[in-house]
C-alpha cells in the first residue's frame, strides 16, 4: 500500500486538514509523515491561495512567477512516491517555499528571474543558485518567484519598498486597502523591502517558507512587517552564488518562517553542522542567557523613512517593555537601554561609496548567469531604463544607485581603509562595545532603525520575532536579536523561548482570515 492509498481523497469543496495561513512546514511535515495529506494536495493548496490572492482578491502582488502546475506536480506526485517507499531526502521533504526573484533558479522551472527590473523581464537563469539547490536537492518544492524592491532595492530613489516595474506595488496582508499613496518610502503601510515578496507571501499564506536576501535590512524589515521568525545569516556563512548583490562587503541571505522550528530546519539544509541538528537548539531556556535592549524610542527610524505616529509610538514602547519583563520574569538576564554608537553620516558616505564601487561588478557576475536578458552589464542596464524611461522610470523615481555604479570607483587603497574603519566603527567600538561593557551576550531592538546596518557592516547574524499589530493601521511589527558572528545557535534558543513566553500564537492577517471565514458560510 502506497501513501496515496493511505491518503483519504477530499470530496468536493472538502478542505485541506491544514490552515493555510498559519501552518508551518513542520507541521505540513507532521501531517505528511501522519498520511493525512499529500505534496501533491499541500501544493494545490498553495497555488490556489496564490491564485486568490495574488493578482486578485487581496491584490497582494507577492508573487512575480509561479512554476507551471505540471511541473509541480510532477515533482510533488515523484516525492510522494519517495515518501511511500520510506526515502526521506530531510525533514522538509515534499514541502513548498518560495524564492526572491533575485536568485537564480534553473530553465527546467519554467520561471524567470528578474530581480524585479524590466530589462530583465525574460530573462532565465541557466542554473540554480547554491542555495536553491540545496532546498531542491532536500525534496523541497520551489513553486515560484517573489516580488521585491526592484534590483533588491538599489536602483535608486522614490516609489514606496517592494515595488518593482515586473511585480508592481507588494501590498502587507496585514494592512487593509494597501499603500497609502501619502505614506513615507518605508511608511507603516508598506511591506518593508527588499525581500517584500518574500515576506508578504508566507504570511498571506502562499508558502510556509520562502529564501530572502539582505544587504541592510531586505529580509529583517520585510520579515517585522509580516510577523515572521526569520535568520539574516553571518556573513559567508551560506553562498550566496547565484544572487543579485549589492556589495560582498555585507550581502547575505536566510530563511523567512512563521516558526523557529521552520528557521532551524532550513538552516539544516543551508548551513549543516555534522553530527548536530539546529532543532537542537530550540530549547526554549533562557536560563543564563545575557540580553542587552536598546531603548525603541533612541533607535526609532528617520521620519523620512517612516512617519512618526504618536499612539504607535506609546503602543511600540508599552510592548517592547512588557516583553522585556516578560524575558526577566522567563530567566533571563537582562540589562534595558544599553548604549550603542549610532551609525554617522560618514558611515553612511563610506559605505555607499564602498558599495557603488562593487555594485556593477555584482551585477554582471548575476547577468552573466541570465539568457534572454538586455543587459549584462551595469552601463547597458542603465543605458536600457533611459531607453525605456515611461516604463523603467515612473514619474517620481530615479536609478541613481545604479549611476553611482557606474561613476564611483574607490582605489584599492582607499576601499581597504572605508571597509577597515566602518569594521571599527560599527563593530568593536559598537557592537563588540556593548556586548564586553554591559556583559550580555546579545542585543536586542527594533529592526527599522540603523540597527540593521550596524549588524550587516559587522557581519554578524541577525534574528526577528513578532510582537505586535498597530492599533492605527494592523501594520504588524517584531524585535531584531543581533548575536556574534556564528552564533546562530543562539539566536534560535531566544526565538523559542519568545514564541513560548512573549508570543505564543502570532496572529494571521485579519482581512484573510475574515475572506477565509466567509467562504465557508
Not at 501552518?23 to 498520511?35: F, G, I
Not at 526609532?300 to 510592548?319: C, G, K, S
Not at 556593548?434 to 554578524?460: H, K
Request: contains cysteine; proline residues 5%.
Amino acid at each position: 500500500m502506497d501513501i496515496l492509498s493511505k491518503v483519504t481523497p477530499r470530496q468536493g469543496n472538502s478542505p485541506v486538514p491544514f490552515d493555510i495561513l498559519t501552518a508551518t512546514a513542520s507541521e505540513l511535515r507532521v501531517l505528511l509523515d501522519q498520511h493525512k495529506t499529500t505534496s501533491v494536495e499541500i501544493v494545490k493548496a498553495y497555488l490556489a491561495q496564490i491564485s486568490k490572492h495574488n493578482k486578485s482578491g487581496a491584490h497582494l502582488n507577492c508573487v512575480n512567477s509561479v512554476v507551471p502546475e505540471k511541473i509541480l506536480l510532477d515533482v510533488a506526485s515523484e516525492l510522494d512516491r519517495e515518501r511511500a517507499k520510506g526515502h526521506l531526502r530531510s525533514p522538509n521533504h515534499g514541502t513548498p517555499f518560495l524564492v526572491k526573484d533575485s536568485i537564480w533558479t534553473a530553465a527546467s522551472f519554467s520561471v524567470t528571474t528578474t530581480a524585479g527590473t524590466y530589462a530583465l523581464k525574460d530573462a532565465v537563469a541557466r542554473e540554480n543558485a547554491d542555495v536553491v539547490r540545496a532546498l531542491v536537492n532536500a525534496g523541497m518544492i520551489m513553486l515560484g518567484k517573489t516580488n521585491l524592491s526592484e534590483m533588491a532595492g538599489m536602483k535608486g530613489v522614490g516609489g514606496f519598498a517592494g515595488c518593482s516595474v515586473v511585480g508592481g506595488q507588494t501590498q502587507t496582508p496585514y494592512v487593509r486597502g494597501g499603500v497609502d499613496p501619502t505614506d513615507t518610502w518605508l511608511g507603516l503601510s508598506t511591506p518593508g523591502g527588499s525581500s517584500s515578496g518574500s515576506a508578504a507571501s508566507v504570511a498571506a499564506g502562499m508558502a510556509p517558507v520562502a529564501l530572502g536576501t539582505e544587504t541592510d535590512g531586505s529580509i529583517l524589515v520585510p520579515s517585522d512587517r509580516a510577523s515572521l521568525y526569520s535568520l539574516k545569516l553571518t556573513l559567508g556563512k551560506a553562498p550566496t552564488r547565484g544572487a543579485l548583490g549589492y556589495t560582498p562587503f555585507t550581502d547575505t541571505l536566510g530563511p523567512m518562517t512563521k516558526s523557529p522550528e521552520d528557521v532551524a530546519i532550513l538552516l539544516d539544509l543551508l548551513t549543516p553542522i555534522k553530527g548536530k541538528s539546529h532543532r537542537d537548539f530550540l530549547t526554549k531556556s533562557l536560563a543564563g542567557i545575557r540580553i542587552g535592549f536598546l531603548d525603541p524610542a533612541v533607535w526609532a527610524p528617520t521620519a523620512d523613512a517612516v512617519r512618526p505616529d504618536a499612539d504607535f509610538t506609546a503602543q511600540i514602547n508599552e510592548e517592547v517593555a512588557a516583553a522585556v519583563d516578560a524575558i526577566e520574569k522567563a530567566g533571563a538576564q537582562v540589562k534595558r537601554n544599553v548604549t550603542l554608537r549610532r551609525f554617522s553620516n560618514e558611515d553612511d558616505k563610506m559605505f555607499s561609496d564602498l558599495a557603488s564601487t562593487d555594485y556593477a561588478n555584482e551585477f554582471a557576475k548575476f547577468a552573466g548567469g541570465l539568457d534572454h536578458g538586455s543587459a549584462k552589464t551595469m552601463a547597458e542596464l542603465v543605458a536600457f531604463n533611459n531607453e525605456h524611461a515611461s516604463i523603467c522610470l515612473p514619474s517620481g523615481t530615479d536609478q541613481r544607485f545604479l549611476e553611482d555604479a557606474l561613476n564611483i570607483h574607490l582605489s584599492d587603497e582607499k576601499y581597504e581603509e572605508y571597509s577597515q574603519t566602518l569594521r571599527r566603527n560599527n563593530k568593536e567600538l559598537g557592537i563588540d562595545k556593548v556586548l564586553r561593557e554591559y556583559e550580555v551576550d546579545v542585543i536586542m531592538s527594533i529592526p527599522m532603525g540603523r540597527t540593521a546596518t550596524i549588524a550587516a557592516i559587522s557581519g554578524y547574524p541577525v534574528g526577528t520575532v513578532p510582537l505586535g499589530y498597530a492599533r492605527f493601521n494592523g501594520a504588524a511589527y517584531g524585535m531584531s536579536i543581533i548575536a556574534p558572528a556564528n552564533a546562530e545557535s543562539l539566536i534560535l534558543t531566544i526565538m523559542s523561548a519568545w514564541e513560548s513566553i512573549v508570543l505564543p500564537s502570532r496572529r494571521p492577517p485579519p482581512q484573510l482570515v475574515e475572506q477565509n471565514a466567509s467562504e465557508k458560510l
